[in-house]
């Protein structure tokens, strides 16, 4: 099939001039009000401010059992000198209205809640007083107004208690009660409509094909929606026809704002726009900014609707969404603009930018030696996860190219803020680990685990910015993992070994059943035996170096990044061969001949050893259950076994 053209972004605006343009054709205002049921009021903001038309409490009210009196009767009364008083005939329950006044020397019996008589001004709780032959014998003296609230002391009558614009929580909704409120004046919602294009987009629950991809951004847009305060209306995965996005769109537009995502950049298929851009009224008012990720990011208005084609890379989706369009679903919701949380911290590592560009960066944060350091967590627009594990983001401005290590930066904190970790790892991912963090998350522990690599976590651990680091480091010069590169601020704590071996799809002849010699000395020499690479300072490229005694067979250039994506592209035919580690042949079902064993290890700042959730790793590390439940996943946990 022939390849179109791209077709070209006209006009590439910046980001305030695409939100400028965007805003100038909507009413950032509320759509209405409507009114629902108390019990249905939860997370609704209120559309009008609440006047109390009652007072609470409607009644001067007793806040103890004991007796309604005068205080001045009980004035002086003490344990050897109390001061005796006549009951009246009446007993005041909650709910009683009094009828008998108590006058001077009298008193009435009244219970927690009751409604305080008339000529009485203060309650005697029952624990100072005695009957005594038909009296009450008063131990102790009372105020005026003592264990007595007035009318009125907590809600007045006439009294603004919630005003407009508030979210309703379980908290205001009491207040509501409180003051006879059973049907409530809210903001209506907007509802918005949501789809994802794409013919490679698979709804979750459906069989994933190969090559395809689970929508993820119809399911985090609509429940984003609903937290600013909207109603997602589902439209589901439209494919990339132009009679059924059309239709989609048409539909849509029956509700108050449209977002899909998906096919905005794209030449050949760019259908998104192309339908949006037959709208009018005025219709597309920016396609391409100058952010990233984000850049083709589209956005038009008709007639006073919003409608957005997000980019189909989930984070950029999720930047773009929350850029343009969380600011106008909180504003037609009738919620004030989102408050911005921004915390300093510093960058621990140097990063690169696109000049020309408005950069989000999204880091995760802990805390170390100069304040907060900020660790980039990017693994690009396409990732699912980031946005879900970062704290944060930073803006690198459209001019900068590069931030130094050490460079001081304003993070934007993201959903529920900064969260305390007693626990921080910082290092190279492992199974083995996520199994330890998990037992330990199941202890009690918050534990925040940043995966940057064995380089990476050395490197935080020198700067004591965690509490350990997982590492498989193996000095070139001897073949000894991890120990080379210690200082004597780190202490080096044996995790277990990881046996690294050619991985191959089962039933190849060129593999079956031969060891790491002869399967090598085919891998070197067959023309037809493709390779998949690791990336250059990985251990296992180190290892691979080595098997390879300096040839470079097909696939030599394809440096993937992880044991998982050797494997893949081994198990789905990309290459042949690669090296990897046991446990993932297994869960890809190839066939592993083991060449070396690989340490991963420990690595600990040694003044953060004493923490209480340091010991715990260890101790779980040590303990019998960790050691079997790292063996039953592939691992070797005794030297040499
Ligand atoms: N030659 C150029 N290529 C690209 C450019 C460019 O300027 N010139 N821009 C790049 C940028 S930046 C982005 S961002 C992406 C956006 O592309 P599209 O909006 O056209 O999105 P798709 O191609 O449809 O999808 C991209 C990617 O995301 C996956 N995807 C799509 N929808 C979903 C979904 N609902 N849930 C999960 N994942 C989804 C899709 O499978 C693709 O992998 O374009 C660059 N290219
Ligand atoms: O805008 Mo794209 O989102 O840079 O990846």
């Known amino acids: 099939m022939p390849v179109k053209a791209q077709s070209q972004f006209l006009q590439v605006l910046t980001r305030d001039e695409a939100e400028r343009r965007f805003r100038e054709h909507l009413t950032l205002a509320p759509l209405g009000a409507e009114t629902v049921a108390l019990h249905a009021a939860l997370g609704r903001v209120l559309a009008e401010d609440v006047v109390a038309t009652v007072d609470v409490p409607g009644f001067d009210r007793s806040n103890v059992d004991g007796f309604a009196v005068r205080a001045g009767d009980t004035w002086g009364a003490m344990e050897e000198e109390p001061r005796r008083l006549s009951p009246t005939a009446e007993t005041l329950a909650p709910g ?170 794209k030449g050949e298929g760019d259908l998104s726009y192309r339908i949006v851009a037959a709208l009018q009224d005025p219709g597309v008012v920016a396609h391409g900014v100058a952010l990233k990720p984000g850049k083709p990011v589209c956005l038009a208005v008709t007639q006073g609707k919003p409608v957005v084609i997000l980019p189909g890379f989930p984070t950029s989706a999720v930047f773009t969404f929350h850029e343009f369009m969380a600011p106008v679903i909180r504003a037609f919701a009738g919620r004030p603009p989102e408050q911005r949380q921004l915390v300093d911290a510093t960058l621990p590592m140097r990063v690169n930018s696109e000049r020309g560009r408005t950069e989000y960066l999204l880091v995760g944060l802990v805390p170390g030696e100069r304040g907060l350091a900020a660790y980039p967590m990017g693994k690009g627009s396409g990732s699912v996860t980031t946005f879900s594990s970062a704290d944060g983001f930073i803006t690198i401005g459209q001019h900068t190219e590069i931030l130094d290590a050490g460079a001081p930066v304003q993070v934007q904190l993201l959903g529920q803020g900064l969260q305390a970790a007693d626990l921080i790892l910082v290092g190279s991912h492992c199974v083995g680990l996520d199994w330890l963090a998990g037992q330990l998350v199941r202890q009690g522990l918050r534990i925040k685990s940043m995966s940057v690599g064995s380089t990476g976590g050395l490197m935080a651990a020198k700067r004591g910015e965690c509490d350990l680091g997982g590492i498989h480091l193996m000095d070139p010069a001897t073949g000894v993992y991890n120990t080379h590169l210690l200082t004597p601020a780190l202490e080096l704590v044996p995790g277990y070994g990881r046996m690294q071996g050619v991985v191959y799809r089962r039933g190849d002849a060129r593999f079956e059943g031969r060891d790491a010699a002869a399967a090598m000395a085919t891998a070197r020499s067959e023309a037809g035996c493709a390779m998949v690479n690791r990336n250059a300072g990985s251990g296992t490229r180190i290892l691979i170096d080595r098997l390879l005694e300096g040839a470079q067979p097909a696939g030599y250039g394809v440096q993937t990044k992880s044991h998982n994506a050797v494997a893949v592209a081994v198990a789905q035919g990309r290459a042949d061969w690669g090296l990897a580690i046991d446990t993932v042949a297994r869960q890809y079902g190839l066939g592993f001949i083991p060449v070396q064993e690989e340490r991963y290890d420990f690595v600990l700042p040694r003044d953060r050893l004493a923490r209480a959730p340091v010991q715990a790793f260890l101790a779980l590390l040590r303990s019998d259950a960790a050691r079997a439940a790292l063996r039953e996943l592939g691992f070797r946990v005794d030297p040499g076994g």
């Not at 305080?116 to 107004?145: F, I, N």
């Not at 809600?155 to 003051?179: M, W």
């Not at 907007?190 to 929508?215: K, M, Q, W």
């Open 96 to 265: 009683i209205v009094p009828q008998a006044e108590v006058t001077a020397g009298t008193a009435t019996p009244i219970a927690t809640g009751g409604m305080l008589p008339r000529g009485a001004d203060a309650v005697v709780m029952v624990e100072h007083t005695d009957m005594e032959g038909g009296r009450l014998v008063v131990r102790r003296a009372a105020t005026a107004g003592e264990n007595v609230s007035y009318a009125g002391t907590d809600i007045a009558r006439g009294e603004t208690v919630l005003r407009a614009g508030q979210p309703l929580s379980s908290r205001e909704i009491g207040v509501l009660a409180a003051l006879g409120l059973d049907q409530v004046p809210v903001h209506r919602r907007p509802r918005v409509a949501i789809f994802s294009t794409g013919n490679e987009i698979v709804a979750p629950g459906a069989p994933l094909p190969v090559g395809a991809v689970y929508d993820s951004n119809a399911a985090i847009l609509a429940a984003a929606v609903e937290e600013l305060g909207g109603e997602p209306v589902r439209l589901g995965v439209v494919p990339d026809n132009e009679a059924r996005l059309s239709a989609a769109l048409r539909q849509g537009l029956a509700c108050d704002a449209v977002v899909f995502s998906g096919g905005t950049s």
